[in-house]
């Protein structure tokens, strides 16, 4: 079991009490049918101290500024513009959004991009607007799923689906030519590469965006494609943890499950998470998929602390940036409402939660769980320089 030769320390004795492609979708919020904070078993996370550049930016911040700290969004859920409606403009009110909630960053879809020229206008203003750099995100994983190579406004190479890439220095090439081209254009992150195996043929989400069915293939290539976005100065993501290639339900419309135990997740879906760990790669994104015999907690991956930090962070010794999927997706916003799903994700692990179905609502939420006492401010402070000291590596600051 990989598990093993990559253990970061002993994982500390916590109850497991304790999914993924982005989407712009929301739903009707209804109350919770699970109690989304075990505050029953004792809080256990991974400190993290952060270099002195990070700890004396993190001096100057309230406690505000640090949770808004751990959110990405869409430049139209800071804006409040209709969800149906794409901002592609930097006006006073994006200004005022971006100043008065210092979110680490956003996020991009199709919809926001029009031409090289508006796109580089539109990612320079918030640059300069926004007090600490941002992380500027996008979904381009190649195939189906691109937001740039899909635009004939732009130049750039297109690549098939990743299931028809042969070879790990093919793998290198498509994350070093994207992670170029996105870098030109102003991105600093891009949500790849999938990590799934394909291992269901009735796997509606994954499919083709794999690339393969055979675990130690797509290590392989995991790794050939996290050192070319490296190699190209793009910030790359792994997702969607543990694995969503094994399910069969969309988490975008519904809650998908893999029945599967430990020893048989570790043995398939983990393999390539472990390689894509060891070549560095900068953030892991979370999947919305609960694991009932793995954890039967009956959490979503996304909030689960057993996965998020007695796995990932202390048996696989993940130091990077834990990112929740879209908060959005209906496999959270049927069950939590978005202060409690956002309390969740930051017990369990998070770092950054990713496009909350109410912003302001799920900053407080973890402002008055701070202040309450049921998460300790030095666990926000963790996640703050984790976040401080990549925008550090990266130049955003």
Not at 122 to 141: M, R, T
Not at 200 to 221: C, E, K, L, Q, Y
Not at 319 to 331: F, N, P, R, W, Y
Request: proline share 6%.
């Amino acid at each position: 079991m990989l598990l093993a030769g990559c253990n970061n320390g002993e994982v500390p004795e916590t109850s497991a009490t304790a999914v993924t492609e982005t989407s712009t979708e929301a739903s009707t919020e209804t109350e919770p049918s699970v109690t989304p904070v075990p505050t029953e078993v004792p809080y256990v996370y991974m400190p993290y101290e952060g270099s002195e550049a990070a700890q004396a930016i993190l001096e100057t911040m309230t406690l505000e500024e640090k949770v808004y700290q751990m959110f990405m969004v869409s430049p139209e859920q800071l804006t409040g513009t209709d969800q149906n409606e794409y901002d592609t403009v930097f006006d006073d009110n994006a200004f005022i959004a971006i100043e008065t909630h210092p979110v680490a960053g956003i996020i991009l879809f199709g919809g926001n991009i029009v031409d090289p020229q508006q796109l580089d206008a539109f990612i320079s203003s918030y640059q300069d607007a926004s007090s600490i750099g941002l992380f500027v995100a996008v979904d381009e994983e190649g195939g189906d799923i691109t937001r740039l190579a899909s635009n004939p406004a732009f130049d750039v190479e297109e690549f098939s689906p990743m299931r028809f890439i042969e070879g790990e220095d093919e793998a290198y090439r498509v994350g070093n030519t994207i992670g170029s081209y996105l870098g030109d254009y102003g991105f600093n992150v891009d949500f790849a590469p999938v990590s799934d195996v394909d291992s269901n043929p009735d796997n509606t989400v994954i499919g083709d965006r794999a690339f393969s069915d055979d675990p130690d293939v797509v290590a392989s290539m995991v790794s050939g494609c996290v050192r070319g976005f490296h190699d190209s100065g793009m910030m790359c993501t792994l997702k969607h943890f543990p694995g969503h290639g094994d399910t069969v339900a969309d988490t975008h419309f519904e809650t998908a499950s893999i029945d599967r135990s430990m020893d048989e997740i570790s043995a398939c879906e983990l393999i390539p998470f472990e390689a894509g760990i060891v070549e560095g790669a900068d953030f892991i994104m979370a999947a919305h998929i609960t694991t009932p015999i793995a954890d039967p907690s009956g959490l979503p991956a996304s909030l689960s602390h057993y996965w998020l930090t007695d796995i990932l962070r202390y048996e696989m010794g993940f130091e990077g940036i834990i990112i929740t999927d879209s908060m959005i997706m209906q496999a959270i916003t049927d069950e939590y409402s978005p202060a409690e799903a956002s309390v969740a994700a930051v017990y369990a692990g998070n770092d950054i939660i990713l496009m909350p179905e109410d912003l302001e609502a799920a900053a407080q939420g973890i402002i008055d769980a701070v202040e309450s006492g049921e998460i300790p401010v030095e666990r926000i402070d963790s996640s703050v320089l984790r976040i401080l000291d990549k925008k550090i590596e990266y130049g955003l600051i």
